[in-house]
Protein backbone atom coordinates (compact mmCIF):
# COMPACT_ATOMS: atom_id res chain seq x y z
CA UNK A 1 0.00 0.00 0.00
CA UNK A 2 1.37 3.54 -0.93
CA UNK A 3 2.64 5.66 2.60
CA UNK A 4 0.04 8.39 2.15
CA UNK A 5 -3.63 8.25 2.68
CA UNK A 6 -6.82 9.91 1.20
CA UNK A 7 -9.66 10.60 3.25
CA UNK A 8 -12.61 8.12 3.62
CA UNK A 9 -15.50 10.20 1.68
CA UNK A 10 -17.46 9.43 -1.22
CA UNK A 11 -15.55 12.40 -2.95
CA UNK A 12 -12.75 9.85 -2.61
CA UNK A 13 -14.68 6.73 -3.77
CA UNK A 14 -16.25 8.76 -6.67
CA UNK A 15 -12.85 10.04 -7.65
CA UNK A 16 -11.53 6.08 -7.43
CA UNK A 17 -14.21 5.74 -10.42
CA UNK A 18 -13.99 8.65 -12.83
CA UNK A 19 -10.27 7.26 -13.05
CA UNK A 20 -9.27 6.53 -16.82
CA UNK A 21 -7.36 3.55 -15.30
CA UNK A 22 -7.78 0.66 -13.42
CA UNK A 23 -4.22 0.78 -11.73
CA UNK A 24 -5.33 4.69 -11.06
CA UNK A 25 -8.38 3.39 -9.18
CA UNK A 26 -6.59 0.47 -7.63
CA UNK A 27 -4.35 3.46 -5.85
CA UNK A 28 -6.56 5.43 -4.32
CA UNK A 29 -8.69 2.47 -3.36
CA UNK A 30 -5.50 1.34 -1.70
CA UNK A 31 -5.02 4.96 -0.26
CA UNK A 32 -8.64 5.42 1.20
CA UNK A 33 -8.12 1.87 3.10
CA UNK A 34 -4.93 3.77 4.97
CA UNK A 35 -6.76 6.50 6.42
CA UNK A 36 -6.56 5.49 9.93
CA UNK A 37 -10.12 7.09 10.73
CA UNK A 38 -12.41 4.70 12.36
CA UNK A 39 -15.64 6.79 12.54
CA UNK A 40 -18.80 5.09 11.82
CA UNK A 41 -19.28 6.85 8.03
CA UNK A 42 -14.84 6.14 7.52
CA UNK A 43 -15.57 2.57 8.13
CA UNK A 44 -18.41 2.20 5.89
CA UNK A 45 -16.51 4.06 3.05
CA UNK A 46 -13.50 1.60 3.62
CA UNK A 47 -15.82 -1.05 3.48
CA UNK A 48 -17.13 0.21 0.24
CA UNK A 49 -13.73 0.64 -1.29
CA UNK A 50 -12.45 -2.71 -0.71
CA UNK A 51 -15.48 -4.36 -2.62
CA UNK A 52 -14.20 -1.86 -5.39
CA UNK A 53 -10.93 -2.58 -4.99
CA UNK A 54 -11.57 -6.37 -5.13
CA UNK A 55 -13.64 -6.36 -8.15
CA UNK A 56 -11.07 -4.36 -9.86
CA UNK A 57 -8.18 -6.83 -9.09
CA UNK A 58 -10.22 -9.42 -9.83
CA UNK A 59 -10.96 -7.68 -13.46
CA UNK A 60 -7.22 -7.25 -13.53
CA UNK A 61 -6.58 -11.14 -12.70
CA UNK A 62 -3.94 -10.05 -9.95
CA UNK A 63 -5.03 -13.01 -7.21
CA UNK A 64 -2.06 -12.86 -5.11
CA UNK A 65 -2.59 -9.23 -4.65
CA UNK A 66 -6.06 -10.12 -3.44
CA UNK A 67 -4.72 -12.76 -0.89
CA UNK A 68 -2.47 -9.98 0.31
CA UNK A 69 -4.97 -8.06 1.00
CA UNK A 70 -6.84 -10.03 3.14
CA UNK A 71 -3.69 -10.25 5.56
CA UNK A 72 -3.49 -6.05 5.08
CA UNK A 73 -7.03 -5.61 6.63
CA UNK A 74 -6.92 -8.04 9.45
CA UNK A 75 -6.70 -4.85 11.78
CA UNK A 76 -9.85 -2.77 9.91
CA UNK A 77 -11.55 -6.27 10.75
CA UNK A 78 -11.20 -5.85 14.30
CA UNK A 79 -12.83 -2.52 14.61
CA UNK A 80 -16.05 -3.73 12.38
CA UNK A 81 -18.76 -6.42 13.53
CA UNK A 82 -17.84 -10.12 12.62
CA UNK A 83 -20.87 -10.48 10.56
CA UNK A 84 -19.71 -7.78 8.43
CA UNK A 85 -16.54 -9.60 8.04
CA UNK A 86 -17.87 -13.13 6.84
CA UNK A 87 -19.92 -10.60 4.12
CA UNK A 88 -16.83 -9.17 2.97
CA UNK A 89 -14.36 -11.93 3.25
CA UNK A 90 -16.63 -14.38 1.70
CA UNK A 91 -18.56 -12.20 -0.96
CA UNK A 92 -16.14 -9.55 -1.66
CA UNK A 93 -12.36 -11.16 -1.71
CA UNK A 94 -12.87 -15.32 -2.01
CA UNK A 95 -15.52 -14.37 -4.76
CA UNK A 96 -13.20 -12.05 -6.68
CA UNK A 97 -10.14 -14.98 -6.80
CA UNK A 98 -12.91 -17.39 -7.89
CA UNK A 99 -13.58 -15.16 -10.81
CA UNK A 100 -10.24 -15.17 -11.72
CA UNK A 101 -9.83 -18.60 -14.37
CA UNK A 102 -7.35 -20.73 -13.14
CA UNK A 103 -6.51 -20.35 -9.38
CA UNK A 104 -8.16 -23.42 -7.83
CA UNK A 105 -5.03 -24.01 -5.93
CA UNK A 106 -4.42 -20.67 -5.53
CA UNK A 107 -8.21 -20.78 -3.65
CA UNK A 108 -7.97 -23.84 -1.48
CA UNK A 109 -4.82 -22.30 -0.45
CA UNK A 110 -6.50 -19.11 0.73
CA UNK A 111 -9.53 -20.54 2.02
CA UNK A 112 -7.07 -22.64 4.34
CA UNK A 113 -5.51 -19.77 5.60
CA UNK A 114 -8.61 -18.20 6.23
CA UNK A 115 -10.36 -21.01 8.11
CA UNK A 116 -6.60 -20.92 10.38
CA UNK A 117 -7.48 -17.38 11.05
CA UNK A 118 -10.64 -17.67 11.54
CA UNK A 119 -10.28 -20.70 14.16
CA UNK A 120 -7.72 -18.39 15.75
CA UNK A 121 -9.79 -15.14 16.36
CA UNK A 122 -12.63 -17.56 16.95
CA UNK A 123 -14.96 -16.56 14.36
CA UNK A 124 -17.07 -19.38 13.80
CA UNK A 125 -19.78 -17.85 11.53
CA UNK A 126 -16.78 -16.96 8.93
CA UNK A 127 -14.61 -20.36 9.64
CA UNK A 128 -17.79 -22.41 8.94
CA UNK A 129 -18.99 -20.46 5.63
CA UNK A 130 -15.31 -21.00 4.34
CA UNK A 131 -14.83 -24.80 5.26
CA UNK A 132 -18.29 -24.98 3.35
CA UNK A 133 -16.84 -23.43 0.46
CA UNK A 134 -13.24 -25.22 0.85
CA UNK A 135 -15.27 -28.41 0.95
CA UNK A 136 -16.56 -27.26 -2.54
CA UNK A 137 -13.56 -26.58 -3.93
CA UNK A 138 -11.86 -29.98 -3.10
CA UNK A 139 -14.49 -31.82 -4.60
CA UNK A 140 -13.69 -30.07 -7.93
CA UNK A 141 -10.80 -30.51 -7.41
CA UNK A 142 -11.64 -34.19 -6.96
CA UNK A 143 -9.98 -34.35 -3.37
CA UNK A 144 -12.80 -36.35 -2.61
CA UNK A 145 -11.27 -38.30 0.96
CA UNK A 146 -9.83 -34.70 2.22
CA UNK A 147 -13.58 -33.08 1.47
CA UNK A 148 -15.60 -35.46 3.35
CA UNK A 149 -13.39 -35.63 6.67
CA UNK A 150 -13.94 -31.98 6.04
CA UNK A 151 -17.75 -32.34 5.95
CA UNK A 152 -17.88 -34.83 8.31
CA UNK A 153 -17.29 -32.64 10.98
CA UNK A 154 -18.56 -29.60 10.16
CA UNK A 155 -22.07 -31.36 9.30
CA UNK A 156 -22.16 -32.41 13.19
CA UNK A 157 -21.25 -28.73 13.96
CA UNK A 158 -23.79 -27.09 12.00
CA UNK A 159 -26.47 -29.43 13.25
CA UNK A 160 -25.90 -28.38 16.66
CA UNK A 161 -25.54 -25.02 16.21
CA UNK A 162 -29.03 -25.42 14.30
CA UNK A 163 -28.11 -22.96 11.06
CA UNK A 164 -30.92 -24.13 8.58
CA UNK A 165 -29.44 -21.96 5.59
CA UNK A 166 -26.43 -23.55 5.42
CA UNK A 167 -27.01 -26.82 6.63
CA UNK A 168 -29.17 -27.32 3.37
CA UNK A 169 -25.75 -25.94 1.96
CA UNK A 170 -23.91 -28.10 3.01
CA UNK A 171 -26.10 -31.38 3.11
CA UNK A 172 -26.38 -30.70 -0.67
CA UNK A 173 -22.59 -30.69 -0.67
CA UNK A 174 -22.02 -34.09 0.80
CA UNK A 175 -24.92 -35.55 -1.99
CA UNK A 176 -23.27 -34.26 -4.69
CA UNK A 177 -19.73 -35.28 -2.97
CA UNK A 178 -21.21 -39.09 -2.61
CA UNK A 179 -22.32 -39.63 -5.84
CA UNK A 180 -19.24 -38.43 -7.44
CA UNK A 181 -17.82 -41.46 -5.31
CA UNK A 182 -21.03 -43.55 -7.33
CA UNK A 183 -22.01 -43.95 -3.12
CA UNK A 184 -25.71 -43.58 -4.57
CA UNK A 185 -27.76 -44.72 -0.93
CA UNK A 186 -25.40 -41.68 1.26
CA UNK A 187 -26.33 -39.27 -1.83
CA UNK A 188 -29.80 -39.73 -1.28
CA UNK A 189 -30.10 -39.85 2.01
CA UNK A 190 -27.84 -36.61 2.03
CA UNK A 191 -30.34 -34.99 -0.75
CA UNK A 192 -33.34 -36.03 1.39
CA UNK A 193 -31.60 -34.02 4.77
CA UNK A 194 -31.24 -31.47 2.84
CA UNK A 195 -34.91 -30.96 1.74
CA UNK A 196 -35.95 -31.29 4.99
CA UNK A 197 -33.99 -28.37 6.31
CA UNK A 198 -35.17 -26.58 3.19
CA UNK A 199 -38.65 -27.41 3.91
CA UNK A 200 -38.42 -25.33 7.33
CA UNK A 201 -36.77 -22.12 5.97
CA UNK A 202 -37.22 -19.68 3.37
CA UNK A 203 -34.82 -20.85 0.67
CA UNK A 204 -33.55 -18.43 -2.32
CA UNK A 205 -34.42 -19.65 -5.88
CA UNK A 206 -30.94 -20.65 -6.57
CA UNK A 207 -30.42 -22.89 -3.62
CA UNK A 208 -33.39 -24.28 -4.57
CA UNK A 209 -32.76 -25.24 -8.23
CA UNK A 210 -29.31 -26.63 -7.23
CA UNK A 211 -31.69 -28.90 -5.01
CA UNK A 212 -33.91 -29.99 -7.85
CA UNK A 213 -31.11 -30.42 -10.19
CA UNK A 214 -29.37 -32.82 -7.89
CA UNK A 215 -32.69 -34.67 -7.37
CA UNK A 216 -32.98 -34.94 -11.20
CA UNK A 217 -29.39 -36.40 -11.61
CA UNK A 218 -30.00 -39.38 -8.95
CA UNK A 219 -33.18 -39.79 -10.36
CA UNK A 220 -31.69 -40.44 -13.63
CA UNK A 221 -28.74 -42.49 -12.48
CA UNK A 222 -32.09 -45.14 -11.18
CA UNK A 223 -33.63 -44.99 -14.65
CA UNK A 224 -36.12 -42.86 -13.29
CA UNK A 225 -36.23 -40.51 -16.56
CA UNK A 226 -39.91 -39.46 -16.21
CA UNK A 227 -39.26 -37.91 -12.24
CA UNK A 228 -35.69 -36.95 -13.42
CA UNK A 229 -37.25 -34.70 -16.10
CA UNK A 230 -40.01 -32.87 -13.59
CA UNK A 231 -37.22 -32.08 -11.55
CA UNK A 232 -34.58 -30.97 -14.65
CA UNK A 233 -37.65 -29.03 -15.42
CA UNK A 234 -38.04 -27.20 -11.94
CA UNK A 235 -33.97 -26.38 -12.17
CA UNK A 236 -34.68 -24.61 -15.40
CA UNK A 237 -36.97 -22.67 -14.52
CA UNK A 238 -35.55 -21.29 -10.89
CA UNK A 239 -32.11 -20.94 -13.39
CA UNK A 240 -33.60 -19.26 -16.19
CA UNK A 241 -35.68 -16.73 -14.05
CA UNK A 242 -32.61 -15.53 -11.74
CA UNK A 243 -30.48 -15.60 -15.55
CA UNK A 244 -32.85 -12.99 -16.68
CA UNK A 245 -33.74 -11.34 -13.13
CA UNK A 246 -29.63 -10.43 -13.45
CA UNK A 247 -29.16 -6.59 -14.84
CA UNK A 248 -25.78 -7.25 -15.15
CA UNK A 249 -24.96 -9.90 -17.29
CA UNK A 250 -21.01 -9.90 -16.70
CA UNK A 251 -21.75 -10.53 -13.08
CA UNK A 252 -20.57 -14.33 -11.58
CA UNK A 253 -23.65 -14.81 -10.37
CA UNK A 254 -25.36 -14.42 -13.65
CA UNK A 255 -22.76 -16.48 -15.33
CA UNK A 256 -23.51 -18.95 -13.04
CA UNK A 257 -27.09 -18.94 -13.24
CA UNK A 258 -26.68 -19.29 -17.14
CA UNK A 259 -24.52 -22.12 -16.82
CA UNK A 260 -26.60 -24.03 -14.35
CA UNK A 261 -29.67 -23.20 -16.77
CA UNK A 262 -28.18 -24.93 -19.83
CA UNK A 263 -27.25 -27.87 -17.62
CA UNK A 264 -30.88 -28.23 -16.68
CA UNK A 265 -31.96 -27.76 -19.85
CA UNK A 266 -29.06 -30.46 -21.72
CA UNK A 267 -30.52 -32.69 -18.96
CA UNK A 268 -34.22 -32.27 -19.70
CA UNK A 269 -33.19 -33.65 -23.27
CA UNK A 270 -30.75 -36.33 -21.89
CA UNK A 271 -34.40 -37.52 -20.31
CA UNK A 272 -36.07 -37.42 -23.20
CA UNK A 273 -33.56 -38.83 -25.60
CA UNK A 274 -33.27 -41.84 -23.01
CA UNK A 275 -37.19 -42.63 -23.08
CA UNK A 276 -37.31 -42.93 -26.87
CA UNK A 277 -38.59 -39.33 -26.92
CA UNK A 278 -36.25 -37.66 -29.25
CA UNK A 279 -38.01 -36.25 -31.45
CA UNK A 280 -39.64 -33.54 -28.57
CA UNK A 281 -36.02 -32.11 -28.59
CA UNK A 282 -36.21 -30.17 -31.58
CA UNK A 283 -39.38 -28.87 -30.08
CA UNK A 284 -38.02 -27.89 -26.64
CA UNK A 285 -35.14 -26.23 -27.91
CA UNK A 286 -37.51 -24.13 -30.03
CA UNK A 287 -39.37 -23.19 -27.11
CA UNK A 288 -37.25 -22.84 -24.27
CA UNK A 289 -34.20 -22.90 -25.54
CA UNK A 290 -33.75 -19.84 -28.25
CA UNK A 291 -31.67 -17.69 -24.93
CA UNK A 292 -29.14 -20.64 -24.76
CA UNK A 293 -28.00 -22.11 -27.97
CA UNK A 294 -24.59 -22.96 -28.23
CA UNK A 295 -22.87 -26.23 -28.49
CA UNK A 296 -24.42 -28.03 -25.44
CA UNK A 297 -28.01 -27.97 -27.02
CA UNK A 298 -26.31 -28.93 -30.42
CA UNK A 299 -24.81 -31.79 -28.68
CA UNK A 300 -27.76 -32.72 -27.47
CA UNK A 301 -30.10 -32.06 -31.25
CA UNK A 302 -27.21 -34.40 -32.91
CA UNK A 303 -27.61 -37.03 -30.17
CA UNK A 304 -31.31 -37.19 -30.84
CA UNK A 305 -31.32 -36.97 -34.20
CA UNK A 306 -28.67 -40.15 -34.74
CA UNK A 307 -31.78 -42.11 -32.14
CA UNK A 308 -34.47 -40.92 -34.05
CA UNK A 309 -32.84 -42.65 -37.29
CA UNK A 310 -31.44 -45.04 -34.88
CA UNK A 311 -27.80 -44.80 -36.93
CA UNK A 312 -24.96 -45.41 -35.16
CA UNK A 313 -22.50 -44.18 -37.42
CA UNK A 314 -24.47 -40.39 -36.59
CA UNK A 315 -24.34 -41.41 -33.02
CA UNK A 316 -20.35 -42.29 -33.67
CA UNK A 317 -19.93 -38.50 -35.30
CA UNK A 318 -22.17 -36.92 -32.53
CA UNK A 319 -19.86 -38.47 -29.82
CA UNK A 320 -16.78 -37.47 -32.26
CA UNK A 321 -17.86 -33.45 -32.88
CA UNK A 322 -19.02 -32.92 -29.48
CA UNK A 323 -16.59 -35.12 -27.30
CA UNK A 324 -16.47 -32.13 -24.94
CA UNK A 325 -20.01 -31.46 -24.23
CA UNK A 326 -21.19 -35.36 -24.60
CA UNK A 327 -17.73 -37.50 -23.82
CA UNK A 328 -16.35 -34.98 -20.94
CA UNK A 329 -19.43 -34.92 -19.21
CA UNK A 330 -20.08 -37.43 -16.17
CA UNK A 331 -23.42 -37.93 -16.31
CA UNK A 332 -24.39 -37.42 -19.41
CA UNK A 333 -21.67 -39.62 -21.10
CA UNK A 334 -23.05 -42.41 -18.56
CA UNK A 335 -26.48 -42.49 -19.80
CA UNK A 336 -25.31 -42.22 -23.46
CA UNK A 337 -22.85 -45.33 -23.20
CA UNK A 338 -25.85 -47.06 -21.88
CA UNK A 339 -27.94 -45.52 -24.91
CA UNK A 340 -25.59 -46.26 -27.51
CA UNK A 341 -25.16 -50.39 -26.45
CA UNK A 342 -28.38 -50.43 -26.42
CA UNK A 343 -29.08 -48.89 -29.84
CA UNK A 344 -26.07 -51.61 -31.01
CA UNK A 345 -27.80 -54.34 -29.67
CA UNK A 346 -30.96 -53.76 -31.23
CA UNK A 347 -29.31 -52.66 -34.60
CA UNK A 348 -27.81 -55.78 -34.49
CA UNK A 349 -30.28 -58.30 -33.76
CA UNK A 350 -32.09 -56.77 -36.47
CA UNK A 351 -29.31 -57.42 -39.11
CA UNK A 352 -28.29 -60.91 -38.12
CA UNK A 353 -32.33 -62.21 -37.69
CA UNK A 354 -32.38 -63.06 -41.34
CA UNK A 355 -29.23 -65.40 -41.10
CA UNK A 356 -28.10 -68.97 -39.65
CA UNK A 357 -24.32 -68.22 -41.50
CA UNK A 358 -22.90 -64.46 -41.93
CA UNK A 359 -19.33 -62.79 -42.04
CA UNK A 360 -18.54 -60.40 -39.46
CA UNK A 361 -17.14 -57.75 -42.37
CA UNK A 362 -20.37 -58.28 -43.96
CA UNK A 363 -22.50 -56.80 -40.42
CA UNK A 364 -19.48 -54.72 -40.10
CA UNK A 365 -20.17 -53.24 -43.31
CA UNK A 366 -23.99 -53.29 -42.83
CA UNK A 367 -23.68 -51.13 -40.08
CA UNK A 368 -21.25 -49.05 -40.44
CA UNK A 369 -18.43 -49.56 -37.96
CA UNK A 370 -15.32 -51.29 -37.27
CA UNK A 371 -15.02 -55.31 -37.82
CA UNK A 372 -12.74 -55.31 -34.32
CA UNK A 373 -15.90 -53.66 -32.87
CA UNK A 374 -18.42 -55.57 -33.97
CA UNK A 375 -17.01 -58.78 -33.55
CA UNK A 376 -16.16 -57.75 -29.45
CA UNK A 377 -19.74 -56.50 -29.18
CA UNK A 378 -21.40 -59.76 -31.06
CA UNK A 379 -18.97 -61.45 -28.33
CA UNK A 380 -20.57 -60.21 -25.85
CA UNK A 381 -23.89 -60.27 -26.28
CA UNK A 382 -23.24 -64.34 -26.86
CA UNK A 383 -22.07 -64.47 -23.30
CA UNK A 384 -24.80 -61.97 -22.25
CA UNK A 385 -27.27 -64.81 -23.98
CA UNK A 386 -28.85 -62.30 -25.99
CA UNK A 387 -29.18 -64.68 -28.87
CA UNK A 388 -27.56 -67.98 -29.20
CA UNK A 389 -24.57 -68.35 -31.27
CA UNK A 390 -20.80 -68.64 -31.22
CA UNK A 391 -17.93 -66.86 -33.65
CA UNK A 392 -16.03 -69.02 -35.79
CA UNK A 393 -13.03 -66.82 -35.76
CA UNK A 394 -11.11 -68.96 -38.13
CA UNK A 395 -13.55 -68.19 -41.04
CA UNK A 396 -14.39 -64.78 -39.47
CA UNK A 397 -17.97 -65.84 -39.13
CA UNK A 398 -20.96 -65.29 -36.57
CA UNK A 399 -23.00 -68.87 -36.45
CA UNK A 400 -26.54 -68.21 -35.06
CA UNK A 401 -28.11 -70.89 -33.87
CA UNK A 402 -32.00 -71.53 -33.87
CA UNK A 403 -33.85 -70.89 -30.27
CA UNK A 404 -34.25 -73.82 -29.11
CA UNK A 405 -38.03 -74.64 -28.17
CA UNK A 406 -39.25 -75.75 -24.78
CA UNK A 407 -40.93 -78.90 -23.93
CA UNK A 408 -44.08 -78.40 -21.97
CA UNK A 409 -43.75 -81.43 -20.86
CA UNK A 410 -40.92 -81.45 -18.58
CA UNK A 411 -41.79 -78.55 -16.59
CA UNK A 412 -45.40 -79.97 -16.04
CA UNK A 413 -43.86 -82.88 -14.71
CA UNK A 414 -41.88 -81.16 -12.16
CA UNK A 415 -45.07 -79.85 -11.42
CA UNK A 416 -46.83 -82.82 -10.65
CA UNK A 417 -43.76 -84.14 -8.46
CA UNK A 418 -44.00 -80.92 -6.82
CA UNK A 419 -47.83 -81.30 -6.01
CA UNK A 420 -47.27 -84.77 -5.28
CA UNK A 421 -44.53 -84.42 -2.67
CA UNK A 422 -46.55 -81.75 -0.69
CA UNK A 423 -49.59 -84.33 -1.10
CA UNK A 424 -47.36 -87.14 0.74
CA UNK A 425 -46.38 -84.72 3.16
CA UNK A 426 -49.53 -83.71 4.05
CA UNK A 427 -51.10 -87.53 4.87
CA UNK A 428 -47.91 -88.03 6.87
CA UNK A 429 -48.90 -85.30 9.32
CA UNK A 430 -52.47 -86.54 8.84
CA UNK A 431 -51.51 -90.00 10.00
CA UNK A 432 -48.91 -89.08 12.49
CA UNK A 433 -51.63 -87.08 14.69
CA UNK A 434 -53.54 -90.18 14.34
CA UNK A 435 -51.06 -92.49 15.80
CA UNK A 436 -50.51 -89.90 18.15
Known amino acids: MSSSYLPATTDSLAQASETTTPSEAISILYCILENPSSSSEALRIKEQAIFNLSDLLSQEKRAEDLQKLLVQLRPFF????????????????????????????????????????????????????????????LMESKEYSEALTLLSGLI???RRLDDKLL???????????????????????????????????????????????????LHAEEKDYKTAYSYFYEAFEAFNALAHDSKDSSSKKDLNAKAKTIYSLKYMLLCKIMVSQADDVAGIISSRGLDYLGPELDAMKAVADAHSKRSLKLFEIALRNFKAQLDEDPIVHRHLSSLYDTLMEQNLCR????????????????????????????SQMILDKKFAGTLDQGAGCLVIFEDPKQNAIYPATLETISNMGKVVDSLFLRSSKIMA
Open 78 to 137: SLIPKAKTAKIVNKGIVDAVAKIPGTSDLQIALCKEIVQWARSEKRTFLRQRVEAKLAAL
Open 156 to 158: KEV
Open 167 to 217: LVEIDLLESQLHFSLRNLPKAKAALTAARTAANAIYVPPSQQGAIDLQSGI
Open 351 to 378: LIEPFSRVEIANIAELIELPADHVEKKL
